[in-house]
């Protein structure tokens, strides 16, 4: 099956991205307003809520991969 470990690749990246936002918002020349933005970005990936649940087979999972790199993409804005 393609699609598994191409999921699994995209979880990885994710993890790095979260620790790089991490890492920029420990940074005292980051900006309050992109601060913000990424505690609301790491407290949605570590929060159990999600806008769509992961119990709903396939769907609720990819909100997680599709929604994340977006707010990070902005966040990195």
Same mark, same amino acid.
């Given at each position: ?16 991205? /979260? ?7 420990? %940074? ?9 933005? +990424? ?11 999600? /806008? ?5 087979? +396939?769907?609720?999972? /990819? %909100?997680? /991969? +599709? ?11």
């Amino acid at each position: 099956m393609k699609l598994l470990p191409t999921l699994k690749e995209q979880a990885s990246r994710l993890k790095r991205e /979260l620790h790089a936002l991490w890492l920029a918002y420990s %940074d005292p020349r980051t900006p309050w307003s992109a601060r913000v933005l +990424i505690v609301c970005i790491i407290g949605y990936a570590l929060s159990p809520i999600d /806008l769509i649940p992961d119990p709903i087979p +396939i769907i609720g999972h /990819l %909100d997680d /991969l +599709i929604l994340l790199p977006l707010a990070i993409a902005l966040a990195i804005r």
